[in-house]
């Protein structure tokens, strides 16, 4: 039976969402946003389907594309594609092989099979309501890529699962073992962002703030939860809100992943719920020796396995033959190889990914959404263990605070690491792609499904629990948790700037010092925490610099003298945050841009370090007296001071004049996030 779909335009919410014999209702609010009610699942998936395809059908139509390996029938060959908007990129043809292989779409299919059956309901409903849309709108062709026909249940699965692989597909595609046989040398064979493979998964371009509230840490009110997502601003995975309900079942509204049926963090009756991605290393690489006189053979416990070359015919826009690509491939995963990461003769790898065919993401979330209290968010986290990448934070309505990385994570026991990672590339795989590396010469030495919810840590308190993308071990500057196994990451890291500033801000509210009033939290007095703009980095170090650069005025820059004095006024200046009016800001940005470029890190330039034992003491105030370092601050302010100068931008023009995004219209809409 055809579905049914009323459309409400509303500015505010009615209080009655049905309309007849209508079961699924989509009704916008002033701003658009997405409220879907229904009385069932599907029709849930239904109604959430369509409007995304309203909103978003190009995205959308992309995506699909992608997750199927047909880009390059569409945009042409040797098209550079990032895999997501803060990704690897990669060209076309190899993309689509990238997909085809690293993803089976049987696989996918028997897993999803297995899961409830509400999950294969909203999948089937979104189906519905995406080709719904679709098949009653005349619509413009998209600029880049469109549907090459309906929309199925395999395109959403796929999209889900490729999904769970954020932090593994996502990230090692461009250095696995695909080649074009026939091709040309190019320089668009396969790209990279040149700084992002030799990045620990702490500094890559994606995060998030959350921060829970228990009733031990308000002054008045109900707990609070503030989710600060960091998730990119185009693409598939942009932030989309959507409320869905059912009624007596279902009440849950948040932010959801572009083809998601449901949020993926946000709020229902009595619990709110936030993700930070993590550090757990999803991905472990399994060390092969080719064998010399056959090397498509290697060896596992002395038996011979096959190392097998998929080759794929690859559409391409504009010829008439598709284009070979091969894929090297093991039973136990693609193959990876040292030289694509510019190591020449480093090795050969087989690639393991937790997340590969994590099918159980979407049951995870549906779960989480209808918890009542963070102990249900834990239970379900720890049945399900099916978040792919991320830390979760929870807060529910008797003020009880919930923090953990409750997620898919490899299963290798610590004597296996002891006994199995002292490959001959370890150390360098370690250094250049901050993954794991095993003996994969022995089966004993492989990860064996992901690792016991017991030994995953997490912690239920009732003052404040929070994460900015550190490590988990200090969601509270009273608490310190431990690893229970290396794919956590290093342990005893001390804080980055931004968790370190979290946590003094959360401990001096608590105490009442910040100047915002009485001792501890009020929804007004977190707001305000949130709105303040602060750079803690030119907290710590503009003082110092502005002094450095008031001494010497003039830099040498590649021959010749470049005059900073107009950037060291504007840095003295400056109110040291970056609030639309702050001037002198883009200044600082610039110098920190630079100096990343020259290989400086924020502990170098530190006097003083954080330490991981002293989160609140460390770091202070103040500019290293290494000479090389700073040096090295006066020529990045000098690139800075010219940069500015041949843009025709004032060292003291304000921060929204400066930064800001474009709309539809071409008009300059000014924010205040600071530049990752």
């Not at 040398?185 to 493979?197: L, W």
């Not at 501890?520 to 709105?531: E, G, M």
Request: overall charge positive.
């Amino acid at each position: 039976m055809k579905r049914l779909l009323a459309l409400i335009y509303t500015a505010t919410m009615t209080t009655n969402l049905f309309a007849g014999t209508t079961d699924t209702v989509v009704e916008r609010t002033g701003h658009g946003l997405v409220h879907v009610t229904a009385d069932t699942y599907k029709g849930i998936g239904y109604g959430v389907g369509y409007a995304y395809a309203e909103d978003n059908r190009c995205l959308l139509a992309y995506r699909i594309a992608q997750v199927n390996g047909r880009l390059a029938e569409q945009v042409g060959a040797d098209k550079i594609e990032k895999i997501l908007a803060e990704s690897h990129s990669m060209s076309s043809q190899r993309m689509d092989a990238l997909f085809r292989t690293y993803y089976d779409t049987k696989a996918i299919r028997e897993g999803f099979n297995k899961e409830p059956k509400a999950v294969r309901d909203l999948a089937e409903g979104y189906v519905e309501g995406a080709n719904h849309y679709l098949d009653t709108h005349k619509l413009a062709a998209c600029e880049r890529v469109n549907f090459t026909g309906k929309v199925t249940v395999d395109d959403i699965y796929r999209l889900w699962v490729a999904a769970a692989g954020l932090a593994g597909a996502e990230f090692v595609g461009p250095f696995l073992a695909i080649t074009e046989p026939n091709a040309a040398k190019t320089k668009t064979s396969a790209v990279t962002q040149n700084s992002f493979a030799a990045a620990t998964v702490a500094e890559r371009p994606i995060g998030s703030n959350a921060l829970a509230i228990g009733r031990e840490g308000l002054a008045e009110g109900g707990p609070l939860h503030l989710y600060n997502p960091h998730f990119p601003w185009g693409g598939i995975q942009r932030t989309y809100i959507v409320h869905a309900r059912i009624p007596g079942e279902l009440d849950v509204m948040g932010p959801m992943l572009g083809g998601f049926p449901l949020p993926v963090s946000g709020f229902n009756q009595t619990m709110a719920w936030g993700l930070t991605f993590s550090n757990t290393q999803r991905l472990t690489l399994m060390e092969i020796k080719p064998q010399a006189k056959d090397p498509t053979h290697y060896l596992v416990d002395g038996k011979m396995h096959k190392i097998t070359t998929k080759t794929l015919a690859i559409k391409v826009k504009g010829e008439a033959k598709p284009r070979k690509v091969n894929v090297q491939m093991t039973k136990e995963g693609p193959v990876l190889l040292a030289s694509t990461l510019g190591i020449p003769d480093g090795g050969t790898f087989i690639v393991t990914d937790v997340n590969r065919n994590n099918t159980r993401l979407v049951s995870q979330w549906l779960d989480v959404a209808k918890a009542k209290d963070v102990q249900q968010v834990k239970a379900s986290l720890d049945a399900i263990r099916g978040v792919p990448w991320s830390y979760t934070t929870a807060v529910d309505a008797k003020g009880d605070i919930l923090f953990g990385e409750i997620s898919a994570v490899p299963n290798i026991p610590a004597d296996v690491y002891q006994n199995c990672g002292n490959t001959s590339s370890a150390a360098n795989m370690q250094a250049m792609f901050d993954a794991i590396t095993l003996d994969g010469a022995r089966s004993a030495c492989y990860p064996k499904g992901t690792l016991a919810a017991e030994l995953l840590p997490s912690v239920i308190r009732a003052d404040y629990l929070g994460n900015s993308n550190n490590n988990f071990e200090i969601p509270n500057a009273q608490v310190q948790l431990a690893a229970s196994t290396k794919a956590f990451g290093p342990s005893k890291v001390p804080l980055q700037l931004r968790p370190s500033l979290a946590l003094k801000m959360i401990e001096g509210r608590l105490a009442g010092t910040d100047n915002l009033g009485a001792a501890k939290f009020t929804a007004k007095s977190l707001k305000q925490l949130f709105d303040d703009k602060r750079n803690y980095a030119a907290e710590l170090l503009a003082a110092d610099i502005a002094a450095l650069c008031k001494a010497t005025p003039s830099v040498k820059l590649e021959g010749n003298s470049v005059d900073i004095s107009a950037v060291c006024s504007a840095l003295t200046a400056w109110d040291r945050k970056n609030a639309l009016t702050s001037r002198g800001a883009h200044v600082f940005g610039g110098l920190w841009v630079a100096l990343q470029d020259q290989g400086i890190t924020t502990e170098q330039l530190l006097a003083t370090p954080p330490a991981f034992d002293k989160p609140l003491a460390t770091p202070s105030p103040g500019l290293t007296t290494d000479a090389k370092v700073r040096d090295a601050v006066l020529t990045a302010l000098a690139r800075v001071a010219k940069a500015l100068q041949s843009a025709g931008i004032a060292p003291d023009a304000a921060w929204g004049d400066v930064h800001f995004v474009t709309d539809a219209n071409n008009k300059k809409i000014r924010h205040t996030g600071r530049p990752c």
